[in-house]
């Protein structure tokens, strides 16, 4: 495999570890527990793991690791060498990696069959190293891979940070011989498995290590679907007014192929290729009466609802009579529009041959079909859905600067009700608690958070979802100096 050269033998028999409350003897081959306890010893002391001391106890000699501690740089970046030994025979070498695992954020939906390249989303890690992060799909598994290289061959061990890996069924640990990479594979991924994974590779003169991370978003994802289910009943829409017959048909007529089977399932039609028929003869009827008034129609641009909560269609016509007369309707009701410069909720602007058609200020009881008429035969009809409207703010959340163990507050005031919104920290949803008090008034247009006794982790971006629209403000925390 990898242990390649003949090196003088080091001796691993058993080794001695110094602490202050005593000794600990190691048996062959633990040469990384017996590294890690060096480490939890060095904690412990609040001092680097080379202050312990190391003493064979075949030979009466002691080594003092800071005389022999030396680090090395590897040609992979993100990656520490320690040697053990002051000097490394000739045709050995201390472990490095020519491989380390890529941390992952893993998604729900796809399947992981390959590491793709890193994009330039950092990520810090234990050690104080810098890792890139990897946005794949995932499947029910992660998989880490490392190639590591050394004389003699390295150990490999695999550890996370928050919890053990004592559980062979979850981690399955392996070898490769074909591709030389050792395979760490977590199964039946769950949120907890969420931490910072490390990767060791440790032989007779050295130890080479790395980290990588893994992020799961799955069940946050399915938490905001649902949240946002819930949120898009915040407010009981108006019911609109029964269409008759009619105007289904001219909205049909007009309506994308795709959106068929939705307006036929929401108007109650059910004999859908019966519905296909009648649409076919309606149309040859409905060109025939405009062809009386008409002499082009064409590019129909459907309703839609811009950032500043207008709502906006168009179509380019050329009638034959100009002074023919062009009726806006909404639900079969004639609505009036001004044409001017002066404001008013419904307006129509002519720009050459095409016709631009705005509702100002959208609100929810503005949702319904709208058909634009000349005379009376129908030109052309489109609807605007009430989760099409979105939510805007009044006054939206504002950046919050709080001393550490102070208390923050965020408030926003938006310009429709909404009584059940959700608050998220850094994409987490918040739940009322007494850390986090959250408030609305019976209005449903004043929303209130507020944390308290802040402390670092509380740092970062708030945001209130109110299903169709979002607002979102930093937190700062502020540290007491001593």
Not at 192 to 220: K, T
Request: glycine content about 6%; hydrophobic content about 35%.
């Amino acid at each position: 495999m990898l242990g390649q050269g003949v090196c003088p033998p080091l001796r691993r028999e058993e080794f001695q570890v110094a602490s202050p409350t005593g000794h600990r003897h190691l048996g062959p081959g633990h040469l990384l527990d017996g590294y890690e306890e060096l480490c939890a010893l060095s904690e412990q002391r609040h001092c680097e793991p080379g202050d312990a001391e190391v003493t064979s106890r075949g030979s009466s000699q002691k080594l003092n690791l800071q005389s022999v501690k030396i680090f090395k740089k590897s040609s992979i970046p993100g990656v520490v060498i320690t040697q053990f030994v002051n000097d490394v025979p000739q045709g050995c070498s201390t472990p490095d990696f020519e491989k380390k695992p890529l941390t992952l954020t893993l998604q729900e939906g796809e399947t992981l069959d390959k590491q793709v390249k890193p994009q330039i989303w950092r990520f810090n890690s234990m050690s104080h190293l810098h890792e890139k992060i990897v946005m794949i799909k995932s499947s029910k598994n992660a998989i880490f891979r490392a190639v590591v290289k050394g004389v003699p061959a390295p150990e490999v061990k695999w550890s996370r940070t928050l919890k053990g890996m004592d559980d062979p069924a979850k981690y399955e640990m392996s070898f490769n011989s074909a591709t030389n990479e050792f395979i760490l594979e977590i199964k039946s991924l769950v949120l907890d498995d969420s931490d910072l994974y490390r990767c060791c590779a440790v032989n007779a003169y050295g130890e080479a290590s790395c980290s990588a991370g893994l992020r799961i978003i799955q069940e946050l994802k399915q938490i905001l679907l649902a949240s946002r289910k819930m949120l898009r009943k915040r407010v009981v829409a108006p019911k609109p007014k029964p269409l008759d017959k009619e105007a289904v048909w001219q909205l049909l007529l007009h309506a994308d192929k795709r959106d068929y089977e939705k307006i036929c399932m929401k108007y109650g039609i059910v004999d859908f290729r019966g519905m296909l028929r009648k649409l076919q003869e309606i149309r040859k009827d409905t060109e025939s009466e405009q062809d009386k008034l008409v002499h082009s129609l064409k590019n129909f641009e459907h309703i839609r609802v811009n950032k500043e909560g207008n709502a906006t269609f168009s179509l380019e016509m050329e009638l034959k009579i100009s002074s023919s007369n062009v009726y806006l309707l909404k639900d079969g009701e004639r609505l009036r529009y001004g044409t001017g410069d002066e404001y008013r909720k419904h307006c129509l602007r002519r720009v050459g041959r095409r016709y631009y058609f705005t509702v100002n200020d959208v609100q929810p009881e503005d949702a319904g079909v709208y058909q634009v008429r000349v005379e009376d035969v129908p030109i052309f009809s489109t609807e605007l859905d009430a989760q099409a409207i979105p939510v805007r703010f009044r006054q939206p959340l504002s950046d919050v600067r709080c001393a550490e163990a102070g208390d923050a507050e965020f408030q926003c005031v938006l310009c429709t009700p909404c009584h059940e919104p959700l608050w998220l920290h850094k994409s987490h949803p918040l739940q009322a608690s007494d850390k986090h008090q959250i408030s609305v008034t019976p209005d449903g247009l004043t929303h209130k958070l507020i944390v308290r006794n802040v402390g670092p982790s509380d740092s970062g971006l708030y945001t209130l979802d109110a299903g169709q629209g979002s607002s979102s403000a930093w937190l700062l925390v502020e540290s007491m100096m001593k």
